[in-house]
Every structure is written in structure tokens, then in C-alpha cells.
């Protein structure tokens, strides 16, 4: 069984920041590429931030230049700067993962990120 483990999540300010922490556990053989997406009610999931195994980044145009992904080992971060009220949402951790079997996506339950004064 694997796991994805999200934390970070809270209630922060408007312009203060958050890390988020995924930490993905069980049995694989590699990770392929990691991720953060985000929905806020009412709207789609949409994608925050990705890196890949060999540490290729792409980004939202939303948050280019205040958030940041990273990887170490198992677990992916992303830093959260300047946080805007419009960046409230639950935000996913999500893995596709080489288990040795061929490719399989995994997401977490998902972690609360709340922007307000």
C-alpha cells in the first residue's frame, strides 16, 4: 500500500507564508513526478506545481515567483510566499509512482490552506 501524507496546511495572512510537506510511503521503486494541485469551492482542481525525477519545474502562472517545489528523497514541498486570499483552497499531493509493475498516480487526502486577515 502506498501513502501520500500531507502537512502544512493552516490559516495564514494575507502576504505571510506556508510549506506544505507530501511525504509518499510504501512500496514503489521511483518516483516520476510529484505535484501540487489545488481546488477552492466552486471551482476545478487545477495544478499548482510539478517536478519531475530529474527535477524539471513547472508552475502555475498564478503563483510563478512565490511559490517554490521541492523534493527531497520521498517527500515534495512546496513554499508559499506573499499568499493572496485567492490562493485559499484544499490543496492535493499527487505521485505517479514506478512500482515495478509500470506507472500508477496516487493523491492525498488533501490539506486545508486558508488566506485571510
Known amino acids: 500500500q502506498v501513502q501520500l501524507v500531507e502537512s502544512g496546511g493552516g490559516l495564514v495572512q494575507p502576504g505571510g507564508s506556508l510549506r506544505l510537506s507530501c511525504a509518499a510511503s510504501?512500496?514503489?521503486?521511483?518516483?516520476?513526478?510529484m505535484g501540487w494541485y489545488r481546488q477552492a469551492p466552486g471551482n476545478q482542481r487545477e495544478v499548482v506545481a510539478t517536478i519531475t525525477s530529474g527535477g524539471s519545474t513547472n508552475y502555475a502562472d498564478s503563483v510563478k515567483g512565490r511559490f517554490t517545489i521541492s523534493r527531497d528523497k520521498n517527500t515534495v514541498y512546496v513554499q508559499m510566499n506573499s499568499l493572496k486570499p485567492e490562493d485559499t483552497a484544499v490543496y492535493y499531493c499527487n505521485a505517479i509512482l514506478d512500482r515495478g509493475l509500470g506507472l500508477r498516480n496516487y493523491w492525498g487526502q488533501g490539506t486545508q490552506v486558508t488566506v485571510s486577515s
Open positions: 510504501g512500496s514503489f521503486f521511483r518516483i516520476t513526478i
